[in-house]
């Protein structure tokens, strides 16, 4: 399989813990995206890497969130001190040009 | 900044019944314009995308006309099925909004047959 690929699936934490997600992007693309969506929303953008620089960072990523891409390969999402408001799913996504590749994301819920 | 609204949810429809879901934009500049599929239990999928002003984009007998007049870009579908029953999320990219995707709600369709 050459798609888009998260891990975990899903994760269970309790509020204050940290928590870190992990994307691997179609090989060749050089761009690589992370969303948010919560029930019954579209996703929203939280950043965006073109190879390892990250260029864009929503309002939506507070100082909690950090997003890397070391080496411009596969990229972490960090999120420190989680709490209730942080549950959501996390989705990747990944592209040479406009059109962008999703994965299945991660499911995160804090009790 | 930009912005996507879509028709409200959920669509229930017989099958072979005619669907469109409608989309309109607020942008600056000129985006791109998508519609994704997200099948039950599924990632999104990109169904159809549209790069400038009159374009059509279609997949799976669904299309779409991007319009800049009426700043609308409306998912059509002449006959549906069962298998068609997904959320429905309009989008654009480029403007203000850079490369980020800036997603619409969704649209929840169901198909009966």
């Known amino acids: 399989d050459t798609g888009v690929s998260q891990d975990p699936r899903h994760k269970i934490t309790k509020r204050g813990q940290n928590v870190t997600f992990r994307c691997d992007p179609i090989s060749e693309h050089n761009r690589l995206y992370w969303y948010r969506q919560t029930l019954g929303q579209g996703p929203e953008f939280l950043t965006y890497?073109?190879?390892?620089?990250?260029?864009?960072k929503s309002r939506l990523l507070s100082d909690r969130f950090s997003a890397e891409r070391p080496k411009g390969s596969f990229s972490t999402l960090e999120i420190q001190r989680t709490e209730q408001g942080d549950s959501a799913m996390y989705l990747c996504a990944s592209s040479t040009y406009d059109e962008q590749f999703f994965g299945p994301g991660t499911r995160l819920t804090v009790l | 900044g930009n912005s996507v609204t879509q028709m409200e949810g959920p669509v229930t429809l017989s099958e072979e019944a005619f669907l469109t879901i409608n989309c309109t934009y607020t942008?600056?500049?000129?985006?791109?314009l998508f519609w994704y599929v997200q099948y039950p239990g599924e990632g999104l999928q990109l169904l159809l995308k549209a790069t400038k002003a009159d374009d059509k984009g279609s997949n799976k007998g669904f299309e779409a006309t991007y319009r800049k007049e009426t700043t609308s870009f409306h998912l059509e579908k002449g006959s549906v099925q069962v298998s068609d029953s997904a959320v429905y999320f309009c989008a654009l990219s480029g403007g203000d909004s850079g490369y980020a995707l800036n997603f619409g709600k969704g649209t929840s369709l169901l198909v009966t047959p």
């Open positions: 890497f073109q190879n390892e620089a990250q260029l864009e």
């Open positions: 942008a600056t500049g000129y985006p791109s």
